[in-house]
């Protein structure tokens, strides 16, 4: 009698060691059907598993990458929405100022310089536009906005037209002070962020791209120059007759236009950046897509497999917990 209650003790025991042995490995089975991987990738691998790891570290670094390129997408799709709308009313205007001068018409030149006056103002705060905390058009000194207020550069219109002795020196030194040839020049004076390098983003293994554009560059502040003129005439700051006004206001004209045209061809420039994140990104699809195919296929658990891996186990399941319940009831007196 003994014997038998030992034997069927030990039995017990044994299925319900195979009962939770098969728990977890019918749970691990309903993981690998769910996910479509491997649940123990690591030990079914073997030296496979250090390949997955490469690969994995290899898809993530070009997913960074490729974060970093929307998020420089979007920068340069604003930047172009904002030199869009600094080019935007200056089709004919400085056509129309130089013909307005041409013929002496006092009146138009007025109308026009009201003109310049709007679109300086809208220029400059085109140029200190800020985007989640960071101005555009300040170079790597995102946190200082570029640009003082439109007033002030009407002001200094001023001041270097009447510190002068005469009109062609007062020009002079507009240019000097505008072409940050003065030693106290637009940047530092009228623009306040940084003076090196614009932004570089590194959107690939050793490719990094300059993609930013400062408010101090040489289309900006020939543009603001002319408008800048313009606008001083408007408040009456500078106050000319004759030829005089027509000189200044020719001025005015020439700076509009080489502004305007070279605010185009940053344009293009930009353009230009934006087709290259454009094949760097497809470029980085196309090699995401390979490594995701081989991640799969190291990592992957073929469902057909799964399901009847899953299935299996589930019947063996079954089949222990009614052997475990008919041997928990055993009884000697059952047998007597």
């Given at each position: ?11 017990f ?5 195979t ?12 993981v690998?059907l769910?996910?479509g991987?491997?649940a123990?990738?690591?030990?079914e691998?073997?030296?496979d598993?250090g390949?997955?790891?490469q690969?994995?570290r ?16 979007s920068?340069?799709?604003i930047?172009?929405?904002?030199l869009?709308?600094?080019n935007?009313?200056l ?12 013929r002496?018409d ?7 310089a009201?003109?310049g006056k ?6 400059i705060s085109?140029l200190n536009?800020?985007v989640?905390?960071?101005?555009l ?5 995102v946190q200082?906005?570029p640009?003082?207020a439109?007033?002030t ?7 270097l ?8 020196s007062?020009l ?10 003065a030693?106290?020049?637009?940047t530092?004076t009228l623009y306040?962020?940084a ?7 590194e959107i690939a293994e050793s490719?990094?791209?300059t993609?930013?554009v400062?408010?101090?560059?040489q289309?900006f502040?020939?543009?603001m120059?002319?408008l800048?003129?313009?606008?001083a005439l408007?408040?009456?700051t500078v106050?000319l007759?004759g030829?005089?006004?027509?000189d200044?206001?020719?001025r005015?004209?020439v700076?509009i236009?080489e502004g305007?045209?070279?605010i185009?061809?940053k ?6 950046v934006?087709?290259e994140t454009?094949?760097?990104k497809?470029?980085?699809e ?19 497999e799964?399901a009847?891996q ?14 475990t319940?008919?041997l928990?009831?055993l009884?000697l007196?059952?047998?007597?």
């Amino acid at each position: 009698m003994p014997d038998f209650s030992i034997s069927s003790l030990s039995m017990f025991l044994n299925q319900r060691r195979t009962l939770g042995d098969l728990q977890t490995r019918l749970t691990r089975s309903a993981v690998e059907l769910s996910t479509g991987k491997k649940a123990r990738p690591v030990r079914e691998l073997g030296l496979d598993f250090g390949v997955l790891v490469q690969l994995r570290r290899q898809h993530d670094q070009i997913s960074n990458y490729q974060r970093r390129i929307d998020l420089i997408d979007s920068r340069l799709d604003i930047t172009q929405v904002s030199l869009t709308t600094i080019n935007n009313g200056l089709d004919r205007l400085p056509e129309d100022i130089q013909s307005s001068a041409g013929r002496g018409d006092v009146t138009a030149l007025l109308r026009h310089a009201a003109e310049g006056k709007n679109i300086l103002a809208r220029t400059i705060s085109a140029l200190n536009i800020n985007v989640g905390g960071r101005y555009l058009f300040s170079g790597n000194e995102v946190q200082t906005q570029p640009l003082v207020a439109a007033s002030t550069f009407t002001a200094q219109v001023g001041t270097l037209i009447s510190g002068a002795p005469d009109l062609a020196s007062g020009l002079t030194a507009l240019d000097d002070f505008f072409g940050d040839v003065a030693p106290a020049g637009f940047t530092g004076t009228l623009y306040q962020a940084a003076t090196g390098p614009a932004p570089i983003g590194e959107i690939a293994e050793s490719e990094r791209l300059t993609y930013g554009v400062k408010a101090n560059e040489q289309p900006f502040r020939t543009l603001m120059q002319g408008l800048a003129m313009m606008s001083a005439l408007a408040e009456g700051t500078v106050s000319l007759s004759g030829q005089d006004l027509q000189d200044f206001s020719s001025r005015a004209a020439v700076k509009i236009r080489e502004g305007r045209d070279g605010i185009t061809l940053k344009r293009a420039d930009l353009g230009a950046v934006q087709a290259e994140t454009t094949r760097t990104k497809s470029a980085h699809e196309a090699t995401l897509t390979a490594l995701g195919l081989r991640i799969s296929a190291l990592e992957g658990r073929d469902p057909n497999e799964a399901a009847t891996q899953f299935q299996s186990l589930e019947s063996q399941l079954q089949a222990s917990y009614l052997i475990t319940g008919r041997l928990a009831q055993l009884r000697l007196t059952n047998f007597i």
